[in-house]
């Protein structure tokens, strides 16, 4: 028949078309999954360290003594900004860096953020940071993913088709959601 | 068939450098901010209450980011040691972490939250907790109500 062969056309050259973004997506779709357990998109690592206290009488930090925390702590003496959130408490912010000290004990945590390779760009990506006509886009690809999900319904006819085993399997995929649903939801 | 396969390479190079060429070191999040006047943070920590379910616009520098998710983060108020909290709905906003420095402008509504006595403890062991602080519960003497904005949207410039 005319039209299996066009189904068959476009669900082949349409799956051709997904295989990158289709990886892609759900590459970046386990790692998000499991955002309990980690960041998916950066890579923090924390360090303890301790200096000498700061007696700061509950006021402000100056530039001078950030600098010498920093000179201190072996790191690049620019800083993005700072802030107190309490009188004995600073937090530096650095490129990627985030000095936390506690001014009357000495005690430091530097938290360095780095982006994930490959993770970062697939989740920007996927999360759609990117936004504008990435958001276009994305829409298309989700369209064709209808459209090869439904081609692929009629890609074989008799047994091992729509009217075959394939009907089962088709009423499988669409039960085991439901299911979820129903024992989650 | 050779055409069809150009046309789509030439599309696909076109979203990439779309993309890219409108990237500059602002990034939007959520709805477009639409309120023009800047309310104060310490303003609003000053007497919540009366900020309470109204729709404000603060801007301030992002000091802490909710490490996992980027569903929440703190901005710092134009007073000496005061922050407020940003809250968004779970994947609806992503804040991301290199956010933390960055200025933030926020326009969202600023929502009480009523712990019990018992919900209060628990909240403030859990932050003493995470600060490695101290926590002493009988410094709880009742309910607790502590106030957050909800984000509708938010810009973070470099």
Redesign the interface.
Known sequence: MKWRKWNNIIHRDLGY?CVGLTILYAISGIAVNH??D??P??K?VKHKEKIDPILSDGR?ITDKEIQNILKTLGNKPEY??K?????NLI?I??E?N?IDVELLTGDVIQEK?TKRPFFYQVNFLH?N??????TW?ADIYAAALILLAVTGMFVLKGKKGIKGRGAWFVTGGLIIPILFLLIYG | MFRFNKVLLILAVLAITHTYAYASNSENFGKPITLQEITKVSDILASPENYANKKVLVKGMVVEVCAKRGCWMDIASDKAFEKIQIKVLDGVIVFPLSARGKEALVEGKVEALNYTKEEAIELLEHKAEEKGEKFDPSSVTGPLTTYRIKALGATITE
């Open positions: 078309i955002i309990h980690w960041n998109t950066y923090i402000l993005k900004k802030f107190q959130p309490a009188p937090k912010y650095q990627g985030t953020i999360l940071h990117a936004k504008k006509l990435w886009f």
